[in-house]
Each structure stands twice: as structure tokens, then as C-alpha cells.
T-cell receptor, first 114, second 111 residues
Framework: DTGVSQNPRHKITKRGQNVTFRCDPI?????LYWYRQTLGQGPEFLTY????????KSRLLSDRFSAERPKGSFSTLEIQRTEQGDSAMYLC????????????FGQGTRLTVV | QQQVKQSPQSLIVQKGGISIINCAYE??????FPWYQQFPGKGPALLIA?????SEKKEGRFTISFNKSAKQFSLHIMDSQPGDSATYFC??????????FGTGTRLQVFP
């Protein structure tokens, strides 16, 4: 499978715990994006990388959230001290950095904070 | 100014009918307007996209109409099929920047 891969697919955690998600982009893509999608809403941008450099972070990304992309390959998104409001689908996408190029999305990680 | 407004929120169409979803944007600097299709439990997948230098783009049963002066664009699904039942999102972006998504339209096509 050469698509964008996200793990785990589902995560249930207790409030206050830390969680980490992984995204493996399409190998030739040097752009990697993280989005968050809540029920009934469109995906909202969180952050993106070009290679290993994190180029932009949304105001939605509080200091409890951190993302990394070591060596410009896979990326991790960590949420510290989870809150019930963090419950959402976390989507990863990758693309080439060219105008009009398609962003390919993974199937997402569904986070439930209880 | 970064928002993309999408309507309707839900749409019910009979098989063979035309489904029409509309979006409006404010930022005239947006230069890429894709439509994504999402099935339950799956990530969004690109359906069709348009640049602002053309007024219409057609791919099979799917057509985007783009009105630059009105800052609106729409998706038309001709001969709608039950397999088209999904949530559709319009989006907009600045050059190679992040996508700004609409709130989505849940389409149900009944046989």
C-alpha cells in the first residue's frame, strides 16, 4: 500500500493521559499536514511540515500539542494532558509543494478521551 | 476572511437526479479550489479541483462551476447514484498552502 498510513486507527484514553499518533506519508511527498476533524465538521488545519521543517502552526494547536517530523519522513503528533475536547479524528495528509497538487489523506486516528 | 461557507448541510436526491452543492469564499487570493469526498470512517479523497482561471471543469459525472466575480463555486453531480452517498467538502487554498475546508454536505442518494 503506497498511500498515507496512520496509526493507531482508534485510541481511547483517560483524561490527563498523553497520546501519540504516527503518520507515514507517501514516500516522494515532502509536504506533510495534520488536520483535526470533529463530528459534522470539515477538517481544520493544525500544522504542516516541508521535509523536517515545521512551517506553520494553527492557533488551534495549544502548547499541549506537539508535532515532529524527524529526517523528513514519518511524523508524530503528541497530545499531552488530554482533555475531553481533544476527542476528534486526527487526519494526516501529504503532497508535493506545487500549486494545485493533490493532498492525499490517510484514514485518520479516532481519539476518544473519557 | 479565511472561511469557506458551504451549503446545504444535507441533501437528499433520487437516483438519476442532479446533486448541487455550493460554496462561497472571501479571500480573493485563494487560487486552488478542490472538492473532497469522504465516506464514514475514511479520510477525505480528492474528487475534482479547479483553478480560478477557468469557469468550469468536468470529469465524468462531476462538474465544478466557478464564478470568480461572485466568489462562489459549486459541485454538480449528474446522474447521481447510491454509491455517491457520502459527505462532500469544498476547500480553498493559497498556492501551496494549507486547505481551508467548508463544513460539509451529507449527500444521500435513494434508489
Amino acid at each position: 500500500d503506497t498511500g498515507v498510513s496512520q496509526n493507531p486507527r482508534h485510541k481511547i484514553t483517560k483524561r490527563g493521559q498523553n497520546v501519540t499518533f504516527r503518520c507515514d506519508p507517501i514516500s516522494e511527498h515532502n509536504r506533510l499536514y495534520w488536520y483535526r476533524q470533529t463530528l459534522g465538521q470539515g477538517p481544520e488545519f493544525l500544522t504542516y511540515f516541508q521535509n523536517e521543517a515545521q512551517l506553520e502552526k494553527s492557533r488551534l494547536l495549544s502548547d499541549r500539542f506537539s508535532a515532529e517530523r524527524p529526517k523528513g519522513s514519518f511524523s508524530t503528533l503528541e497530545i499531552q494532558r488530554t482533555e475531553q475536547g481533544d476527542s476528534a479524528m486526527y487526519l494526516c495528509a501529504s503532497s508535493f509543494p506545487r500549486v494545485g497538487t493533490e493532498a492525499f489523506f490517510g484514514q485518520g486516528t479516532r481519539l476518544t478521551v473519557v | 476572511q479565511q472561511q469557506v461557507k458551504q451549503s446545504p448541510q444535507s441533501l437528499i436526491v433520487q437516483k438519476g437526479g442532479i446533486s448541487i452543492i455550493n460554496c462561497a469564499y472571501e479571500n480573493t487570493a485563494f487560487d486552488y479550489f478542490p472538492w473532497y469526498q469522504q465516506f464514514p470512517g475514511k479520510g477525505p479523497a480528492l474528487l475534482i479541483a479547479i483553478r480560478p482561471d477557468v469557469s468550469e471543469k468536468k470529469e465524468g459525472r462531476f462538474t465544478i462551476s466557478f464564478n470568480k466575480s461572485a466568489k462562489q463555486f459549486s459541485l454538480h453531480i449528474m446522474d447521481s447514484q447510491p454509491g455517491d452517498s457520502a459527505t462532500y467538502f469544498c476547500a480553498a487554498s493559497l498556492s501551496t498552502d494549507k486547505l481551508i475546508f467548508g463544513t460539509g454536505t451529507r449527500l444521500q442518494v435513494f434508489p
